[in-house]
Nanobody, 130 residues
Framework: QVQLVESGGGLVQPGGSLRLSCAASGLPLDYYIIGWFRQAPGKEREGVSCISSSDGSTRYADPVKGRFTISRDNARDNAKNTVYLQMNGLKPEDTAVYYC???????????????????WGKGTLVTVSS
């Protein structure tokens, strides 16, 4: 069974940085995509970034391009992995609950809109405020 546990959220001032972690286990052995999503109060959930297990390709939503970086551990055990989201230049509009999600799909385009992302963590709160 796939399990995803997020950590690293907190309160940060505008312009600051945070690194989120997603500890994943029980992943498919062949291929999958892990992504980060966020939901701000009163808004719909949106995709932030995702990374493919097969070739390490990444995709970012336009609002975070150039500020956020997704990466993963080079784990030998493909069923376990930790994925990171380095967030720099944070803005108040980045305030949201950030969720890690995973799915056995190959398309990062589809993953970033949530298609096929069947497994979700409980989320970690990021607050950007002075």
């Amino acid at each position: 069974q796939v399990q995803l546990v997020e950590s690293g959220g907190g309160l940060v001032q505008p312009g600051g940085s945070l690194r989120l972690s997603c500890a994943a286990s029980g992943l498919p052995l062949d291929y999958y995509i892990i992504g980060w999503f966020r939901q701000a109060p009163g808004k719909e959930r949106e995709g932030v970034s995702c990374i493919s297990s097969s070739d390490g390709s990444t995709r970012y939503a336009d609002p975070v391009k150039g500020r956020f970086t997704i990466s993963r551990d080079n784990a030998r055990d493909n069923a376990k992995n930790t994925v990171y989201l380095q967030m720099n230049g944070l803005k108040p509009e980045d305030t949201a609950v950030y969720y890690c999600a995973a799915g056995r799909i190959a398309s990062t385009v589809a993953a970033l809109v949530g298609y096929g992302m069947d497994y979700w963590g409980k989320g970690t709160l990021v607050t950007v405020s002075s």
